[in-house]
């Protein structure tokens, strides 16, 4: 059973009040004085409600897996009913000069709140693909959000809520990365987020009918 471990990020609304005041004034013939710049504030768009099931690179970059559907069920293989396996996963129109390739799978059911399960780097960007529960030469895994090593078998018992999206994300580097393996999960994942020039995703769920 995975612990429950959050990144949290507040929103505070500012401008509704001043807004209302500023109605009910209008009409009482004084000028209304120009707004300071910290009265003002930018409008944020509301976090999705689930991760998007595929996302292509700026420039065309694709990553997919023969093992299952975007947004669709996980095989058993890598669920907690299987073998303890990675799926496997294709690439390709990676950037030029690309000069590593890193994946991680996150817990994207909360947006605002992902959990880091599972990250390998070290990939051969020529290879094309990383075949299921392999683990090539020069590659590397490090631990995840629970200080765990390697591959989880993410299990839907572990979680809440009866469903889970779990989002794989490929990393172009534009050099090697200086990532130790068995690195803590959030050092690896800021190492990839900060020399990565392209990244694309694919969706996998853990449901009920999933093993």
Same mark, same amino acid.
């Given at each position: 059973?995975?612990?429950?471990?959050? /990144?949290?990020?507040?929103?505070?609304?500012?401008? #509704?009040?001043?807004?209302?005041? $500023?109605?009910?004034? $209008?009409?009482?013939?004084?000028?209304?004085?120009? $707004?300071?710049?910290?009265?003002?504030?930018?409008?944020?768009?509301?976090?999705?409600?689930?991760?998007? @099931?595929?996302?292509?690179?700026?420039?065309?970059?694709?990553?997919?897996?023969?093992?299952?559907?975007?947004?669709?069920? $996980?095989?058993? *293989?890598?669920?907690?009913?299987?073998?303890?396996?990675?799926?496997?996963?294709?690439?390709?129109?990676?950037?030029?000069?690309?000069?590593?390739?890193?994946?991680?799978?996150?817990?994207?059911?909360?947006?605002?709140?992902?959990?880091?399960?599972?990250?390998?780097?070290?990939?051969?960007?020529?290879? #094309?693909?990383?075949?299921?529960?392999?683990?090539?030469?020069?590659?590397?895994?490090?631990?995840?959000?629970?200080?765990?090593?390697?591959?989880?078998?993410?299990?839907?018992?572990?979680?809440?809520?009866? /469903?889970? @999206?779990?989002?794989?994300?490929?990393?172009?580097? @534009?050099?090697?990365?200086?990532?130790?393996?068995?690195?803590?999960?959030?050092?690896?994942?800021?190492e990839l987020a900060a020399r990565?020039? @392209? *990244?694309?995703?694919?969706?996998?769920?853990?449901? *009920?009918?999933?093993?």
């Open positions: 059973m995975f612990p429950v471990c959050l /990144r949290r990020s507040v929103l505070v609304p500012v401008l #509704g009040f001043v807004l209302v005041v $500023a109605s009910g004034c $209008a009409n009482d013939g004084k000028e209304l004085a120009a $707004a300071k710049p910290w009265q003002t504030t930018t409008t944020r768009p509301l976090p999705p409600t689930s991760a998007p @099931d595929q996302e292509v690179g700026i420039d065309g970059m694709t990553f997919t897996s023969p093992d299952f559907v975007a947004g669709g069920d $996980a095989p058993v *293989s890598a669920t907690c009913a299987g073998a303890n396996l990675h799926p496997g996963f294709e690439w390709a129109n990676l950037p030029e000069g690309t000069a590593e390739l890193g994946i991680t799978l996150s817990d994207q059911t909360d947006p605002e709140n992902p959990l880091l399960l599972w990250l390998m780097a070290g990939l051969n960007p020529a290879a #094309g693909e990383l075949l299921q529960g392999d683990l090539p030469g020069g590659s590397f895994e490090t631990l995840n959000d629970y200080g765990q090593p390697g591959w989880g078998n993410p299990c839907l018992e572990s979680f809440q809520n009866g /469903r889970r @999206d779990l989002q794989f994300r490929l990393y172009a580097l @534009d050099r090697p990365s200086e990532i130790a393996p068995g690195a803590p999960g959030n050092t690896a994942w800021d990565s020039v @392209d *990244s694309a995703t694919v969706l996998m769920r853990i449901t *009920s009918n999933s093993g």
